[in-house]
Nanobody
Framework: EVQLVESGGGLVQAGGSLRLSCAAS????????IGWFRQAPGKEREGVSC????????RYADSVKGRFAISRDNAKNTVYLQMNSLKPEDTAVYYC??????????????????WGQGTQVTVSS
């Protein structure tokens, strides 16, 4: 069974940083791309970033480019999302997902069949 567990969310002031983690199990981790998504209240879920399985290629939404960095540790079956210079508009539930065979910019929700439960990120002004 594919399992994805996000952690690392919390409350932070604008300009601060957080690092989210996505721990994966139940599949061959280093064979699959991983994406990060977020959903703010009243808004559709949107793609934030993704990283390939093979060469570590990454993609970012324009809204987070230069502030967020995605990485993966295949030995730990974990993907990270380092979020710097956070803004109040980054407030959302953040999800990681897997199962896509493509790497889109930004990642598309319809390409990812497997999802974690999400972690809340709140940025105060």
């Amino acid at each position: 069974e594919v399992q994805l567990v996000e952690s690392g969310g919390g409350l932070v002031q604008a300009g601060g940083s957080l690092r989210l983690s996505c721990a994966a199990s139940g599949f061959t981790f280093d064979d699959h791309a991983i994406g990060w998504f977020r959903q703010a209240p009243g808004k559709e879920r949107e793609g934030v970033s993704c990283i390939s399985s093979s060469d570590g290629s990454t993609r970012y939404a324009d809204s987070v480019k230069g502030r967020f960095a995605i990485s993966r540790d295949n030995a730990k079956n974990t993907v990270y999302l380092q979020m710097n210079s956070l803004k109040p508009e980054d407030t959302a539930v953040y999800y990681c997902a897997t199962g896509s065979s493509t790497l889109q910019q930004p990642p598309r929700t319809q390409d990812y069949p497997y999802w974690g439960q999400g972690t809340q990120v709140t940025v105060s002004s």
